[in-house]
Every structure is written in structure tokens, then in C-alpha cells.
């Protein structure tokens, strides 16, 4: 049986919730497939989430790995592309730690690409009157530590799939609900079991 790993984030930056694990649970409550939904919370801290989510891919030796996370600034779900080598954060994680341009995983690649079919994702998305983008950068705070991480594990063997998914807040005026976003997480989650190879159509952006 296959087996997918899908995780979310707690709350960072003093705030009271995130809907990453929100989203995540929501999907984990309305799992009807054959495959074995395996959810988890990831802490915001660069050191205890690179631990948990070890730990999580030795017992569990998922297919598929996708790890959602909190984008504030954006409005609509971004498909992520291409997870950096980078820890540099703005703000502190949730141990107070503030790395300033160090690598995710020391003698790795600058930088390692989805291997999720997102453009056949965004298609499915749109399908389903879900806006969404691909986008061609998670960050460097942990979400993108969690996405290269998880990247870099998939690459190592054979048939592993790993991507990440950035939702928005649910609180602001246009925003998403809860439900969307799960929604889209599911569709994503689909497409990463269902599909082979991604589209090949022009996407790229031009700013």
C-alpha cells in the first residue's frame, strides 16, 4: 500500500493559529482513498523540524510527501517549484533561532525542483474553480527548509514524490475558506498519487 505523508505547521510570529494545519487536518477527516494518509504538525523551528520530519520519513517511508505552509502575504494557493539551499530568516522560528544564509543541508545543491506534476495540479485546480499559481519560491524560512528537506529525501530513491503547497489566511476580505483550501490540498494530493508525468506547457512568468 502506498503511503502519504502530509503535513502542516503550527503557529509562528505570535499568532494563534495556522491554517496550514488547519487545512491538513481537514483533508485528514474526509480521506477516503485506498492509499494511507499519514498527518503530521511540524514545528516552526528550523532544528526540531528537520528532526521531526527525519523521524517521520524513517518510521513511515512515505511515496508522497507534501508539506503545507502559511504564505500571510499572498491570496491565493501557490504551487511551489523549486525549493532552496537557504535558511535565512526576517523573523525568528519558534525556538528564537534567526539563521542568516546558511544551507538547509550542508553539501546539497543550490536548489532542487518539485518532483510533483504541479502544472497538471494547477489544471485540476482550475477544473475545480480554485485559483491557484505556481510559484517559483517557498522562501527561505522554514516552510522552504521543510520543502528542500522532503526534496532531497524523494531524489534519493526511486518512485518518491515530494512538493509543497503555501495556502493563504482564511480571515481576510476575498480569502479562501477552510474548505477551498483543503480541497485544493486534496487535488493535489490526487494528481501527486494519479499522475505520471506533468504537463508540458509553457508557464513560466515574465517579471
Do not use: Q
Amino acid at each position: 500500500m502506498r503511503t502519504v505523508l502530509l503535513t502542516g505547521f503550527e503557529p509562528f510570529d505570535g499568532a494563534s493559529r495556522n491554517p496550514s494545519i488547519e487545512t491538513v487536518r481537514l483533508v485528514e477527516r474526509h480521506w477516503d482513498r485506498a492509499e494511507r494518509l499519514v498527518v503530521a504538525e511540524l514545528p516552526v523551528a528550523y532544528d526540531r523540524m528537520g528532526a521531526d520530519l527525519d523521524a517521520l520519513l524513517a518510521e513511515h517511508r512515505p511515496d508522497v510527501v507534501i508539506g503545507v505552509g502559511l504564505a500571510p502575504g499572498r491570496d491565493r494557493i501557490g504551487l511551489e517549484r523549486l525549493a532552496v539551499n537557504l535558511c535565512d530568516a526576517r523573523i525568528p522560528d519558534n525556538d528564537g533561532a534567526r539563521p542568516a544564509e546558511g544551507p538547509v543541508l550542508t553539501g546539497r545543491p543550490a536548489a532542487l525542483f518539485t518532483s510533483l506534476p504541479v502544472k497538471a495540479t494547477r489544471a485540476r485546480l482550475a477544473d475545480a474553480g480554485i485559483e491557484a499559481e505556481l510559484s517559483m519560491t517557498a522562501g527561505t524560512f522554514v516552510c522552504n527548509a521543510m520543502f528542500f528537506r522532503a526534496t532531497a529525501w524523494a531524489g534519493a530513491a526511486p518512485g518518491r514524490r515530494a512538493g509543497f503547497v503555501h495556502v493563504p489566511m482564511t480571515d481576510g476580505a476575498g480569502s479562501p475558506g477552510l474548505a477551498t483550501l483543503a480541497r485544493a490540498v486534496r487535488l493535489s494530493v490526487d494528481a501527486a498519487l494519479d499522475i505520471g508525468a506533468d504537463l508540458r506547457v509553457a508557464a513560466g512568468g515574465t517579471d
